[in-house]
């Protein structure tokens, strides 16, 4: 029999705060171990904990982005567990009843087909610390710069049927938070960790299978294959006649391969119950609104009105609204360009292989939205040709102006007078008779031939519309 894979995911990502999400310490990344953690976040004797106000309207800001229940009473709850990178001996997180309940995001599988996810409940938590064991010979260094760093916890349903599935959907997780501005996302930076729930079971159970999680997975290719094996790894105890222990494991992508952590815990070995040093969080309709009002147009609706506004195909669309910067990037370029045709090809085709060559984010390119709308209207009216515009989209990269200094300083205007283009073609024509025959008694591909030559003999700068129309007029048999 078939075998279905069945996954959940819990994603934690880091909230956009400048301080901590019970204390007033700061959340800087890569500062020096322990310069970051005050008397709360080391859990010290008499010190009490205070709600940021931020934190709220970011988890907020994410319920409205997925359409989700936003709860207007939520508690914070103790969870208990002894690690030394927990100096309380506990996390504050929220259990029973979290601050964003039930909501949903769309996926795009494969075979272009839309899927639906749902999101169980994304709530708010405090982060740990961080274990060091490379650092120190047999032992184990502590840095609670982390600790009560604020995150959302954010919990699917086990919708996910293959390891790209779970993958597409931690992606557009990722695009959701970067997208409405609560989280930078930076996953080597640990701002975006995913943990995996997987299990097997046989095609048309009901039943779930034994799960196990993997933790803390910080690259959404890791994600990938970490899932694969695993799955595998069930398959293959359960044909054997053995079966799944619940746990937790660690994948190691030097071996490909995910290895046991820890017997898995469930919510009662955690002792939840309400923390006594925070009250309900209460929130009333025009909080909720207040968060919510700023919200951009979000990733699912800016993409289908390119489609609609732009008549950009399903891929086109997804490309340019794979990000914010990138997206408002293209509309710019659209705006300044006057052709939105041109703006896709342009910003999915040089500028993305530039920025991939160069190993740039979208906003650290030195073309600006406004130089390269320049440069396709110089195109537009046949100032240059399309392959001429690939060099001066080269300098200006390398930072020689915008579009009409380049040309200008090159000597790449295109050359579009009618009499000067049959003139070199005359001569192209007259050097070359063999070849004149060949295509007049009907072998076509002859014609190539010429329009290279032309090309070349005008250093690329003939119009190639003009060029190819001149030649079937003066090749005519």
């Not at 063999?434 to 690329?460: H, I, L, N």
Request: some cysteine; charged content about 25%.
């Amino acid at each position: 029999m078939a075998w279905e894979t069945v996954i959940g995911l819990e994603i934690h990502t880091q909230l956009a705060t400048r301080s901590k999400i019970f204390s007033g310490a700061p959340t800087t990344f890569g500062a020096a171990p322990n310069t970051q953690a005050c008397a709360i976040d080391l859990g010290l004797p008499g010190v009490l904990p205070v709600l940021n106000r931020q934190a709220v309207v970011l988890a907020v800001r994410f319920g409205r982005a997925i359409e989700a229940e936003i709860a207007e009473r939520s508690i914070f709850a103790r969870k208990n567990y002894f690690y030394p990178d927990l100096p309380k001996g506990y996390q504050i997180s929220q259990y029973e009843l979290p601050v964003v309940g039930r909501g949903r995001v769309t996926i795009v599988l494969d075979d272009g087909s839309l899927k639906t996810i749902g999101v169980t409940r994304a709530h708010l938590e405090e982060d740990a610390g961080k274990s060091l064991h490379e650092d120190f010979h047999g032992l184990t260094g502590i840095d609670l710069n982390r600790a009560g760093t604020p995150l959302l916890e954010i919990v699917s349903e086990p919708d996910m049927r293959s390891a790209k599935e779970a993958v597409a959907y931690a992606r557009k997780i990722h695009q959701i938070v970067r997208w409405i501005g609560i989280s930078d996302g930076n996953m080597q930076e640990g701002s975006f960790r995913v943990d995996a729930n997987v299990s097997v079971r046989r095609e048309g159970e009901a039943r779930l299978g034994t799960r196990t999680e993997l933790k803390n997975l910080n690259s959404f290719r890791f994600l990938e294959k970490a899932i694969t094996f695993e799955v595998e790894r069930q398959i293959e105890l359960i044909e054997a006649g053995s079966r799944v222990v619940q746990e937790t494991r660690l994948y190691d992508p030097e071996r490909d391969e995910t290895r046991s952590m820890r017997t898995k815990e469930e919510a009662n070995d955690y002792r939840y119950f309400p923390d006594p040093d925070l009250l309900p969080l209460v929130l009333d309709t025009a909080f909720i609104e207040q968060a919510a009002a700023d919200l951009p147009e979000l990733p699912d609706a800016k993409r289908e009105r390119f489609r609609t506004a732009y008549g950009h195909t399903e891929y086109d669309a997804s490309l340019l609204t794979a990000n914010r910067e990138l997206a408002d990037y293209f509309e710019a370029v659209a705006a300044a360009g006057g052709d939105a045709k041109l703006a896709a090809n342009w910003v999915n085709g040089e500028l993305a292989a530039a920025l991939n060559r160069d190993g740039r984010e979208m906003t650290e390119s030195p073309v600006s939205a406004e130089m390269l709308g320049g440069l396709i209207t110089r195109i537009r009216d046949n100032t240059i040709s399309g392959k001429l515009a690939k060099q001066v989209f080269e300098a200006m990269w390398n930072g020689e102006g915008d579009a009409d200094a380049v040309i200008a300083a090159r000597g790449l205007k295109q050359l579009t007078d009618s009499g000067e283009i049959e003139r070199i073609i005359d001569a192209i024509v007259a050097a070359n008779p063999e070849q004149a025959a060949q295509y007049r008694s009907g072998k076509d591909k002859v014609f190539g031939f010429f329009v290279g030559q032309v090309m070349k003999a005008s250093k690329g700068k003939a119009n190639p519309q003009q060029v190819n129309e001149l030649l079937k007029a003066r090749l005519k048999p």
